[in-house]
């Protein structure tokens, strides 16, 4: 293999002109040069490549970042750069719901112990005494060891494809399928593990006592001091050891029955009978061991055998307690219990720790009554008649219990049953409705307690429904945009053809229309399907898809003591300014012309404001330079300044929708307003040039170009305005991501995360800029035909002073390209300093040069002349689209004021090339020099060759004029 | 102590050193507009003054730069003369207070530096006094 070694960095040769740097240590893609090895020689003299390398730093990179022919070292990124960055997860793509709690902001719910959810700033006060819920092995309450407010962080909002969100700082860790990873190197796509269980919300209970000694004075003193020695006695509605009895009582009020004169028995299976033994335990009573019994039924003569397990108490203490707190005393069917009689005092979480044990003994387990449908999960009670009134309080105080939670339920049923000997009895049963929400709500804020499967179910039937109301509502605006194309107009075979659905749907939305919510597709899953194909841990967590992850601004945040490592940081986009070229023609001849230099550099320089402080061609006040930053250059057709025909052969057609006013600064508006029609100073320039050769007849045909002809060419930027933009928002992500950014290699590269507010933010004041330059330039094209019009006494129209291009060399772009996989994504394209190169049949070109590609201009310098190339059939597969832009610097600023003096440089240029330059200032001649420029002949070269940029014409300096 | 203009392929970069981290960013200020102009007038120029605070040493060396940048822009004159002194408030908060003598630039031979820039910026302590480079875009 052929490679360069570049003082360090080694490159190797992939083909002609194509040179690679293997992606190594935080590289997300390798980097290429495209250039020959008299360039490379050139390119490796600077920091060039290291920039190169650093910006393939930057995540989500795709394919490769790439060099162009005239790179040269710049700030951050290096001039003639070009990375496609993926405009969906190549950004900060953290994600998902996590636990490990740290670094969350204020309102993030943190789940506590018994069910209860609390605003994460809410703990300060009390978090030594609180226990959190963790996921271990399986979910267990843990203290909190320290809680600080950590200031303000930037704060991403994560959400995942079943719904669930969180808030949280990149260095939030959440736990994956490959375990803990930090929300800093997690993408969209990611899978995250969930546990969707909310619980209720955190309230303070009324402080009450519950059970006293009097309660217990009917009693022996043995029992009384048995519960005062557990500490049950007195027993206070704020006790922990209530809140586990309330649990109990709520199992055993369904699963449980007496026994003997000292019994309480719990049935269930084994591993949630472990759970009721330890909360027992916790509360100071000894439970039995968990027996087996297996037991032969007959029912309507099937026959068949179960194992049954249970575990007993033996505590005449305990059972009296319970029975206290309001176990039936007795045969259910005929004790007439209700709700304990303290309930009414009791928080609806406290309540809901008593009814979620009922249903985890009682209520059905999340099924599917019909595919994609589930079933009304149900309790049901059997009562005599002569008891019934209190089965149907207890399921009035159930039903208010779901009102207050926002929970429905269906009317309360009552069955006439089969009466056993000795009475006649009634079977009440109260249902959830089950429509999505409803079921969701349920089983995210009550749902069971104890039984695992049944709780491991909800959590299946949580993230199934979640899913299946997504897809509804995803097919809802597909019937929506459907119904809107037909309405206007469109065929139905076309709106067919619009959307991966099936053809009946669609027809079904134009036509006849439905009543509410579609039903999801047939591809989607039943939930007996669904159930199979998913996980659910121990721990009660499933996995889902991270969807989105956004930047939601700065936040307090809050750590509660876990320890972390912060990681690396991802980013996306970066800060670059728009300055770009424009090419006029006209129908003039270089013999046209000869003699007249003088007097036409004379007159563009003195009406063609340039330099510093030189002003623009118009002072605009600020509602202006608003319409200028959101209409572009339809601002300028309005205001006089263009024509039609100018608008339809400029970039974007000279506006770029995505521009957003507002977010450009005050400060930035300032110092536009001075500056509307100036080329600034520097490398911008105007130049009238005459065309040397055109290489490809047809191409130069379409382009209007053909030998001798004068043109002119444009090349500056959004001035003051674009670089204030830029400035502004290098600081607000350095702020925003302030310890992030010291871990990329250059703080330049300051990049926002795609999806944040303050990369929509950016977009929108880039796009904004843009449109200024283009005003800019259209302003400078406009006042350049007034001066030929004077200079040549003829109109402007007469001498065909039309545009042939305008394209900006400074921009980041959305644009769709294929990458690595072969599948097509939507990218910021980030060109600093690198022209697009759309070849033919791309459709963002203007209609005039869709059947050849995109003009591109390259600018040369004062001696060596610019070219026009068309945008080559390899580009899209080489660049994303994109060629070099210009020759590129060699020499230094303050090596060429050492080297050059301006006024030698201006004579000599006259006297021998026939080049009539004048500048604001002689030392921008020296710095503009020939000779600090790369050879742009051999740029245009490689471009050629490689197929991303195909010369069509040269162009050779006439007069010049600069800052 | 003082500045110099530095080798930069395209841009133009400026060290400077001083004994105190004010003189410093007066320095750095000064280079910039010498990078501009290479023959700064004398004369009875109105003064004015400029203040900005910003996260830390680097940012507000940034931010008091970008704003010279900005009143050259707004004010229509090239700074010159600066002076500023440097105040860390608390470990999250510095200001620089400054102040410039503005030569209008109808009255200079100047050229534009757009941007001030992050990249290479150095501003470190030195047995000396200070020491700050600074990358600015032309």
Known sequence: MTTFDADGITLEKVRDYVWEIPAKGGMNAPARVLASESLLEEIQQDKTLQQLKNAAHLPGVRNHAICMPDGHQGYGFPVGGVAGIDAENGCISPGAVGYDINCLPGDIEVKLSFGRRAEIESLQEAFETEQATVAGEELTDSGIRLFTESGEKTVYEVETSTGERIEATTDHPFRTPDGMVDLAELEVGDGVEVQPFRGIEDETPEDFVVLTEEDFADTNPQ????????????????????????????????????GGQEQMWFYGEPDDLER???DIEKVGFKPSEIYTRDRNHDVDGNKFETTEYSFNTSSKAFRRLLIELGVPDGPKVSTGFTTPDYFDRLTDWQQA???????????????????????????????????????????????AFFSRLGIETNGLEEFETESNADHDTVRLRLGIKNDSGNLIRFYSRVGYAYNHEKRRRAVKAIQYLKRKEREREHRTRIADEAKTLADGGTSVEKVKSEFDINGRFIERSIWSGRDGLPRPGEDFPGFEEFCDSVHVGSDLTITTEIESISEVGEKPVYDIGVEHEAHNFLADEFVVSNCGVRMMRTNLTYSDLQGREEELVENLFSNIPSGLGGGGVVQVGGDEIEAILERGMDWALEAGWAVEDDLAHCEDEGFRPEANAEKVSKKAKDRGGNQVGSLGSGNHFLEVQRVTDVFREDVGGAFGLETDQIVVLIHCGSRGLGHQVCTDYL????????????????????????GSQLAEDYYGAMCAAINFAWVNRQ??????????????????????????????????????????????????VHRK?????????RPELPAAYRDVGQPIIIPGSMGAGSYVLRGGEQSLEETFGSTAHGAGRLMSRTQAKDEFWGEDVRDDLREQNEIYVKAQSGATIA?????????????????????IGDKVARTYPVCNIKG | MGYE???????????????????????????????MCDEIPEGEHERFDLSVRAENREAVLFDYLDELIYERDVRGVLPVDNEASVTEQDTTEWSCGASARGVPLSAVDAREVKAVTYSEMALESTDGGWRAYVVFDV
């Open chain 1, 223 to 258: 029992l009384r001091r048995v519960l005062e020695k557990r500490d049950v006695l007195p027993l206070k509605s704020t006790d922990e050891t209530f809140h586990r009895l309330l649990k109990i009582i709520g199992y055993h009020v369904g699963d449980g029955s007496l």
């Open chain 1, 276 to 278: 009721i033994r330890e």
């Open chain 1, 353 to 399: 720790l008593y009814f979620r044990a009922y249903f985890g003994a009682e209520m059905n387990a999340p099924a599917a009554q019909h595919d994609k449908n589930l079933y009304c999960p149900k309790v049901s009670q059997t009562r005599t008649a002569g008891t019934v009134e209190a089965g149907r309080e207890f399921f009035e105080d159930l039903r």
């Open chain 1, 731 to 754: 600081r607000d992500i350095e702020q925003a991501h302030r310890g992030l950014l010291d871990r990329l290699p250059n703080k330049e590269l300051a990049a926002a995360p795609a």
């Open chain 1, 779 to 828: 302003l400078i094209m406009h006042r350049t035909r007034q001066v030929f019009e004077r200079v040549f006494d003829r109109d402007w129209e007469a001498m065909e002073m039309d545009l042939l291009y305008d394209v900006a060399h400074n921009i980041a772009k959305k644009e769709a390209h294929t990458v690595e996989d072969g599948g097509e994504r939507e990218l910021f």
């Open chain 1, 833 to 841: 300093g690198a022209t697009r190169a759309f070849p033919a049949g």
């Open chain 1, 927 to 947: 710095e503009e020099a020939p000779g600090v420029y790369k050879d742009v002949d051999e740029v245009v070269r490689v471009s050629d060759a490689l197929g």
């Open chain 2, 5 to 35: 203009l530095r080798e930069h392929t395209a841009d133009v970069a400026i060290e400077a050193t001083a004994e105190t981290l004010g003189a410093v960013f007066g320095a750095v200020a000064n280079g910039l507009a010498a990078a």
